[in-house]
T-cell receptor, first 113, second 116 residues
């Protein structure tokens, strides 16, 4: 079945450093790739997304890249801050459903000051 | 605040019982999605409704069912509960469910179900 793999599972950085999280997906029909941030006790919050007709998208300190040929997509956070500490999930759309998603297992990002 | 409302926030019940979780989507959103989040399985898609009709099924057990009402709120019914059903259950909503075009999905705060 469809699968999304996410690495690393944990990531510790110093404040001001960059953080990169990588995902691969299996279903070539997936064409929408959102990233969610989940803080303790809260629901996942959409932080950025990318569609299959775009290779890169940036929003302030956050950027996402997509390589459809290799079925890879990545999240880049620059100038990390302690408030970036959370669990980050990548996801890929399920064909024909609108926005039903298959999620990666998550990356716990810790930013120390 | 995502605009998606889930009730109750917490639910504790015994094995074999039945519970109903409720979700109100963002204003104007026609699609509702249910997800289960557990430590071992992560976030798993259960089922999708669009404008009252079932649109897609994921890893939903036969003991679980859902529906979407004319006012677009949705309910997830979990029956014959087992200890392994303890998890966070999230509802998400999006504007459309059309094939070939995706709109952002926004999640509620979840319902934490504990089966004892």
């Amino acid at each position: 079945g469809e699968n999304v793999e996410q690495h690393p599972s944990t990531l510790s950085v110093q404040e001001g450093d960059s953080a990169v999280i990588k995902c691969t997906y299996s279903d070539s029909a997936s064409n929408y790739f959102p990233w969610y941030k989940q803080e303790l006790g809260k629901g996942p919050q959409l932080i950025i997304d990318i569609r299959s007709n775009v290779g890169e998208k940036k929003d302030q300190r956050i950027a996402v890249t997509l390589n459809k040929t290799a079925k890879h997509f990545s999240l880049h956070i620059t100038e990390t801050q302690p408030e970036d500490s959370a669990v980050y999930f990548c996801a890929a759309s399920i064909e024909g459903t609108g926005t039903a998603l298959i999620f990666g297992k998550g990356t716990t990002l810790s930013v120390s000051s | 605040d995502s605009g998606v409302t889930q009730t109750p926030k917490h639910l504790i019940t015994a094995t074999g019982q039945r519970v109903t979780l409720r979700c109100s989507p963002r204003s104007g959103d026609l699609s509702v999605y249910w997800y289960q989040q557990s430590l071992d399985q992560g976030l798993q898609f259960l089922i999708q409704y669009y404008n009252g009709e079932e649109r897609a099924k994921g890893n939903i057990l036969e003991r679980f069912s859902a529906q979407q009402f004319p006012d677009l709120h949705s309910e997830l019914n979990l029956s014959s509960l087992e200890l392994g059903d303890s998890a966070l259950y999230f509802c998400a909503s999006s504007a459309t469910a059309g094939q070939g075009w995706m709109t952002e999905a926004f999640f509620g705060q979840g319902t934490r179900l504990t089966v004892v």
